[in-house]
Nanobody, 119 residues
Framework: QVQLVESGGDLVQPGGSLRLSCVAS????????AGWYRQAPGKERELVAT???????TYADSVKGRFTIFRVNAKNTVYLQMSSLKPADTAVYYC?????????????WGQGTQVTVSS
């Protein structure tokens, strides 16, 4: 019944910006931790950012200072604002929700959206 729908992936130039959206259904998203993962070809899946049910956030060192995770609870949506994009940011990005008892492990995933950073 829980569904996460991602959008916003695109091809952008280095130094550009992009905003990813994740709309949840079946849950009140504001009550749960949310996160973004990414996976590039041939590389391990990487945790990019998380946001608590409040406003506490975490970021991978590789994106700190460039990416911002935030939520608009009235829209049941979590966003990832990406700026100063680099080719190394190219990956499929996945939205996640931490609904289970173990809040370190996401248990709902979006379908993924492709971000490509290239000239």
């Amino acid at each position: 019944q829980v569904q996460l729908v991602e959008s916003g992936g695109d091809l952008v130039q280095p130094g550009g910006s992009l905003r990813l959206s994740c709309v949840a259904s079946g849950i009140n998203f504001s009550n749960y931790r949310a996160g973004w993962y990414r996976q590039a070809p041939g590389k391990e899946r990487e945790l990019v950012a998380t946001i608590s049910s409040g406003i506490v956030t975490t970021y991978a060192d590789s994106v700190k200072g460039r990416f911002t995770i935030f939520r608009v609870n009235a829209k049941n949506t979590v966003y990832l604002q990406m700026s100063s994009l680099k080719p190394a940011d190219t990956a499929v990005y996945y939205c996640t929700a931490y609904v289970g008892v173990d809040t370190s492990t996401p248990n709902y995933w979006g379908q993924g959206t492709q971000v490509t950073v290239s000239s």
